[in-house]
């Protein structure tokens, strides 16, 4: 009788333990299925995003084409191609106290520059950086362009005494304008558009120097516009100040855009006389840029159809600060809700739009701790995520570095067509003057691992011979003081 009791109680045991390997047998398989599920999610945005060599000199060809139908004909591109007015970049001879004005983003920056001439160069510069109020950005043009001139006032009221006018003389202003405008002059434009998050329906199609105006002179700001710039002619305005052999300038920030110098008699649309230089500089707006062979997943074109801007300014959401974060945040969404990625319940807040900003992402795959301590805590604190797990980690890390490359080679692929269209992607015999690109913005001066990817990327497509005549130099605060210059060489009182 014992013996069958003993018997019974083992054959229990090794059923319960049998129940048990099961339990824990199809909870492995179960996870399995779903971390296999979620690497299929990656594989596949990686396909999507592959940029391999051929196909970037095949969007470089497409750049070089879309400039020459841009400068051909009022649209004739998605490219603007547009004319800035700016015919005669700064030469160092510049003398004198003048303002800029930065608008090109959720701040905007009031600058006084103080200029030498020759001999003295860049003497002293101040700045002030304001935050823009969301409800600015949607509201109407005289109440974001009075809250500007507020601060106006309050900047220039702190001007040193000995910086005195003689009577009836104004301030000068250089207005950095970072939307796209087409120019009727150096010290006019209407709006053609807004991106960047601004949606203010009363200042299409209006002189956005006007506009500034009428709210300075209600608040009393004695200034005169004398420059209205886009921020990448300042770039390029400032870098060739203290370097003659800028000729390109890349704004990579919270949006994207270049400008580059062109001969006069190549731009079909310019009805005027030639400028004596011989020269225009061109600002592009290649955020606008689109090609085929640019590489769209399907979060691209979700995120594009929920857009402001439907259709437009496709190359800028690809590889540009604004909207790198929030393609990460949505592959992130849909490994969590279709692989159960982080637990079985989707994280609310990975459901919020733009909540994973590119900064969060670039701290994150510049993460060289051994347990990736900066990406455990950008998932607690930003979409309250926690505990996850090394291996989880790890993917996020991989998916960033997936993202940010193709942004940093797509951005190299533009700027071998614009040299390409310039004549400057080959070495001619005899020629030894170097081509200097100023690159400016928030991504390319802090996102390390994007501005690496996309030098290292323009030199492979150039060469090694090439790649040694062509030097990319950071124009800090480039477009800023590129206004203050161009107030400065197209005076109002010169």
Same mark, same amino acid.
């Given at each position: ?6 018997? *019974? ?15 824990? &047998? ?8 779903k ?15 592959a ?13 070089v ?18 004319i ?12 004198? &106290?003048?303002?800029a ?12 520059? =103080?200029l030498?001439?020759k ?19 949607t509201?109407? !043009? ?6 500007i ?10 001007? !040193? ?8 003389r ?9 939307f ?34 009428r ?14 710039v ?5 770039t390029? *305005? ?10 390109? *300038? ?13 001969? *006069? ?15 225009m ?5 290649w955020g ?8 769209l997943?399907d ?7 929920? !857009?402001?801007?439907p ?11 604004m ?8 592959v992130? &969404?849909k ?7 982080f637990?079985?319940t989707?994280?609310?807040?990975l ?8 900064? =969060?992402?670039?701290?994150? =795959? ?5 347990? &990736?301590k ?5 998932l ?5 995520i ?12 991989e ?8 942004g940093a ?6 700027i ?22 100023a ?11 994007y ?5 290292n990327?323009?030199h ?8 040694e005549?062509i ?19 197209? !005076?109002?009182?010169?």
């Open positions: 009788m014992e013996k069958k009791v003993v018997v *019974a109680l083992v054959c229990a045991a090794a059923v319960a333990g049998a129940v048990t390997t099961g339990v824990v &047998l199809r909870r492995k398989i179960k996870e399995d299925g971390w296999a599920k979620a690497m299929e999610i990656v594989k596949e945005m990686e396909e999507k995003c940029t391999p060599i051929g196909k970037l000199k095949q969007l470089a060809d497409a750049m084409v879309e400039m020459h139908a841009g400068l051909a004909s009022e649209g004739g591109s998605k490219l603007k191609m547009l800035s007015y700016v015919d005669n970049l700064p030469t160092g001879d510049e003398n004198g &106290l003048f303002y004005l930065d608008l090109g983003g959720t701040n905007f920056r009031v600058l006084r520059v =103080h030498g001439g001999e003295g160069g860049l003497v002293n510069q101040e700045f002030a950086e304001v935050p823009i109020p969301p409800s600015l950005m509201g109407t !043009s005289e109440e974001l362009f009075d809250y001139a507020a601060e106006l006032v309050k900047f220039s009221s702190q001007e !040193s005494a000995e910086f005195r006018l003689p009577p009836g104004k301030r000068e202003l250089g207005f950095t304008f970072s796209p405008v087409i120019q009727t002059s150096i010290a006019s434009g209407n709006l053609v558009r807004w991106t960047k998050g601004f949606s203010i329906d009363d200042a299409v199609g209006q002189d956005v120097v006007a506009q500034l105006t709210s300075m002179d209600k608040l009393g700001v004695d200034m005169h516009v004398s420059a209205l886009n921020d990448t002619v300042g390029l *305005a400032g870098g060739k100040y203290f370097n003659k052999d800028v000729v390109v *300038a890349v704004i990579l920030g919270t949006g994207t855009n270049a400008a580059y110098v062109e001969r *006069a008699p190549a731009i079909p649309k310019w009805h005027g006389p030639l400028p004596q230089s011989g020269e500089v061109i600002n592009m707006e606008n840029f689109r090609s085929s062979h640019l590489p997943s979060y691209d074109l979700a995120l594009d159809s929920e !857009s402001l801007n259709g437009e300014q496709i190359f800028e959401k690809i590889i540009s600060g909207y790198l974060g929030e393609i990460v945040r949505r992130l &969404l490994m969590a809700e279709e692989a159960a990625f637990s079985e989707v994280p609310s807040k459901r919020v739009p733009f909540i994973l900003r590119t900064p =969060h992402m670039s701290a994150m =795959h510049h993460d060289a701790s051994p347990d &990736l900066v990406v455990d805590s950008k607690k604190d930003i979409l309250e926690p505990n996850t797990s090394l291996k989880t980690r790890k993917v996020v890390v998916l960033c570095n997936i993202v940010a490359t193709r080679r797509l951005a190299a692929a533009g071998l067509g614009i040299l390409k269209k310039m004549g400057k992607d080959t070495v001619k015999d005899g020629e030894k003057q170097k081509t200097v690109i690159m400016d913005g928030g991504l390319y001066e802090h996102y390390n691992e501005s690496k990817c996309m030098e990327t323009l492979e497509l150039l060469g090694q011979e090439v790649s005549s030097n990319i130099v950071h124009s800090n605060d480039g477009s800023g003081i590129g206004a203050a210059l161009l107030a400065a060489s197209h !005076s109002h009182y010169l």
